[in-house]
């Protein structure tokens, strides 16, 4: 079988890593990499040296297919209709399967070219990350099925053609399932947690990521993780809260993971350990640490919780300070009811305080853990 992954984020990559080295070792496996990931042709060669895909190639989609609108999908579908051909992406191999993750016309745009070669092509959506469980993609899904009204039906059916290849949908790719807010019309199917007892597996991730020279050690019992507040322009005075938890469990046991969107170290400033490299993501950075004796703290950021989900392993504990009183709750991200969620789902490690003033009970919990 060919199958092809179009990824626009190192996440996505990740993921498709890990099914690509499990459930489709046996097959002939290609991927497009998306422009819109940092240092894309960096990680282009960095895949080619792995030897887990057949052929890596960039995907244009910020530069090129960002600029296409709906009518344009629109004309495309007609041109199809009328055996007209479709060449905006150069399709060389028959590809048995497509397997994509965003909610874009891109995604629409690729089926099309590839399914001109192959009309009995199958599409698969997979993971990428919280948001794939939350009601959000549920919505977008429910949206695609025909109103009761003749207007809403008219609506529905130019959206249909806009976003064709999510009606097709043949199957959902996802770490945990019974995390889902929203019920496919298609099967879902579980993907295997990475291992990271399996060497040869992590060479393959930390190949693709460049983590082999990574110099950021992690070495730290406590790791704070910053949120892309402070790059959007939100303020939830986590520099405050940082304060308040290192004068708990000292400066010295602490160490900050910047969001790799915010533009000014601030912490570095204010004398805490953080790490120099934000592009390789969160989950391959655990992979190459004894996670199980670490304890990670956040305000709301998934990155936190995403080695429980996909990762064969669990931290010490997780404290999430979202439901604090004292956080402007309106500031967070819209996903915090999907990480409660999470959190209920692990509470042998999640702790959720209702407020800063119970730090100090976490901690003394973290110390009567063996």
């Known amino acids: 079988m060919n199958n092809l992954f179009l990824c626009k984020t ?15 070792k046996a097959d002939n496996n290609d991927i497009f990499v998306g422009d819109t990931i940092a240092d894309s042709k960096r990680i282009i060669d960095n895949l080619i040296g792995t030897k887990a895909f057949r052929t890596v190639s960039l995907f244009p989609s910020k530069s090129v297919y960002s600029k296409f609108t709906k009518y344009d999908c ?5 041109k199809e209709k009328l055996g007209l051909k479709n060449d905006l992406i150069q399709i060389d191999d028959s590809y048995d399967r497509l397997f994509i993750c965003n909610l874009s016309l891109d995604e629409t745009i690729l089926y099309r070219c590839i399914r001109r ?27 695609l099925k025909y109103g009761r009204t003749t207007r809403n039906a008219l609506k529905t059916f130019y959206k249909r053609i806009n976003y064709e290849v999510f009606v097709k949908l043949n199957g959902v790719y996802l770490f945990t399932p019974e995390l889902m807010d929203w019920k496919p019309c298609s099967a879902i199917r579980r993907i295997k947690k990475i291992d990271p007892d399996n060497k040869e597996m ?39 809260i940082l304060d308040k938890i290192s004068n708990i469990v000292g400066k010295d046991n602490l160490f900050v993971k910047i969001h790799p969107r915010n533009p000014i170290n601030r912490f570095k400033r204010k004398g805490y350990k953080t790490n120099e490299n934000t592009t390789v993501p969160w989950e391959i950075v655990a992979l190459n640490m004894d996670i199980e004796n670490k304890v990670l703290l956040t305000i709301a950021s998934g990155s936190a919780l995403t080695s429980l989900v996909n990762v064969s392993t669990k931290p010490k504990m997780i404290i999430m300070l979202m439901d604090c009183k004292e956080i402007d709750k309106k500031s967070l991200t819209p ?22 003033n119970d730090l100090n009970k976490c901690f003394e919990k973290v110390n009567l853990l063996k």
């Open 10 to 24: 190192p996440y996505q990559i990740m993921v498709a890593i890990q099914l690509v080295l499990t459930e489709f």
């Open 202 to 240: 992590v060479k393959v991730f930390n190949k693709a990521f460049g983590a082999e020279t990574l110099s950021d050690n992690y070495s730290e019992k406590y790791i704070f993780f910053e949120e892309s507040y402070f790059a959007d322009g939100i303020c939830v005075e986590d520099e405050e």
């Open 117 to 143: 070669i192959n009309r009995c092509l199958k599409v698969y959506l997979f993971e990428d990350g919280f948001a794939t469980y939350t009601k959000m993609y549920g919505q977008f899904f429910d949206d």
């Open 74 to 78: 629109i004309k495309m579908a007609l």
């Open 335 to 356: 996903s915090v009811d999907m990480l409660r969620k999470v959190a209920e789902n692990y509470k042998d490690v999640v702790v959720l305080p209702n407020s800063l």
